[in-house]
């Protein structure tokens, strides 16, 4: 771990209006935050909250896609989920060790993940019961998590926003595979296309749930623009995103599950943009409260390999402390 000061790395700097007032100048001044840089406990524990939930939703979101690996039609397609799958897993090892410049663990992470304390997003409580389920999860849940994530590059916390340059790379990667995988659907036989439009019909919504409660029900998002750490709302990033997909959708002929969905040129100080129906926020709040359809899978999943796991990290638990005392002795 690299940071150990509540406040900052010298575990004296109290927490007054001057050195707030001093806190917020850095940051309105586009510096970068380093890990052992004088930092607001509110402004620590709000970076630790949410990098945790995004590692957690890394690796969680393994578990979909992970799912079909055996099952790829192809060889190509079966190389591009491995490695695609693959880089999530290595997304949420970056994130962890980014939380941990924090001052918290690992462990602790995970521990509040299998007990519920901490979340990981909403759309990874859904089941992936077809194969357009894997393209449309590339398009549509890489397609927001980029859109939500290369704001993130700019976040005030140095490494976090470093992190996520690597990290957005590696997602348009997976945005494309998934959308080539879709498109390539729609060209084939009806019952092909007839497949991705049905997950196009399932996954739309909760694709737009991704992005967080509206900017009225957000507790967070006044408090982490003011430090930069978020730099759209989540409703901005939703409307951008829905701005962005629709085209996609035309153009390889599927259709937008929403009767609502009208183009008007006045939004976005006169740009245009989509108005779009009402979210379903009680399910995203059931969702994100444990009662999804695969809460429950997911979360025995990750205990199942957190405790066959264990042998792993006593072992090199024994190996660090044996390399200790020999380097001592
Ligand atoms: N699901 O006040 P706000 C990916 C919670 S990565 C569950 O608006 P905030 C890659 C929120 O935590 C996807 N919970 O919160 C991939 C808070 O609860 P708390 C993950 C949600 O933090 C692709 C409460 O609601 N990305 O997909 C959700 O300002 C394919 C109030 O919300 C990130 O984590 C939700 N959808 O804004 C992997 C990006 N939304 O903590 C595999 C970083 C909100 O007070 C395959 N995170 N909540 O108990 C963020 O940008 C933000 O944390 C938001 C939420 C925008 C998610």
Redesign the pocket.
């Known amino acids: 771990m690299y940071s150990q000061g509540l406040i900052g790395a010298d575990n004296k700097t109290e927490e007054t209006q001057a050195f707030l007032d001093a806190f917020q100048k850095r940051i309105d001044a586009e510096e970068k935050i380093e890990p052992n840089d004088p930092m607001p406990l509110a402004y620590r524990n709000t970076l630790i909250?949410?990098i945790g939930?995004?590692a957690h939703?890394?690796i969680v979101?393994?578990l979909p896609?992970g799912n079909w690996i055996t099952r790829a039609p192809t060889l190509r397609r079966k190389v591009a989920l491995l490695a695609k799958v693959q880089d999530?897993g290595g997304?949420g090892l970056y994130l962890y060790s980014a939380a941990e410049t924090l001052g918290v663990s690992r462990e602790q992470m995970t521990e509040e993940l299998l007990d519920g304390t901490a979340?990981?997003?909403?759309?990874?409580n859904y089941p992936t019961p077809t194969w357009a389920d894997i393209g449309t999860?590339g398009w549509l849940?890489?397609g927001?998590?980029i859109m939500?994530?290369v704001p993130?590059c700019r976040c005030s916390y140095g490494p976090y926003a470093r992190a996520m340059i690597r990290v957005c790379k590696e997602?348009s990667f997976?945005q494309r595979q998934g959308y080539e995988l879709v498109k390539t659907l729609c060209e084939g036989t009806a019952e092909q296309k007839a497949m991705a439009q049905d997950s196009l019909d399932r996954w739309w919504w909760p694709s737009l749930?991704?992005?967080?409660?509206s900017d009225t029900?957000?507790?967070?998002?006044d408090k982490?623009m003011q430090w930069k750490i978020?730099r759209f709302t989540?409703d901005e990033l939703r409307q951008k995103f829905i701005d962005a997909t629709v085209p996609q959708a035309e153009l390889i002929g599927l259709t937008v599950p929403d009767k609502d969905l009208t183009w008007n040129p006045t939004k976005n100080r006169g740009k245009g943009g989509y108005d779009f129906g009402e979210i379903n926020w009680d399910e995203?709040w059931r969702v994100?409260q444990g009662h999804g359809l695969m809460n429950k899978d997911r979360i025995a999943a990750r205990k199942k390999a957190w405790d066959e796991g264990a042998w792993v990290r006593e072992a090199a638990q024994a190996y660090a402390a044996k390399q200790q005392s020999s380097s001592v002795a």
């Open positions: 909250r949410m939930q995004h939703s890394e979101g393994m896609e999530e997304h979340k990981y997003s909403s759309i990874f999860i849940v890489d927001a998590a939500n994530q993130l997602e997976h749930m991704m992005f967080g409660p029900d957000s507790q967070h998002s982490s978020k989540n995203f994100v």
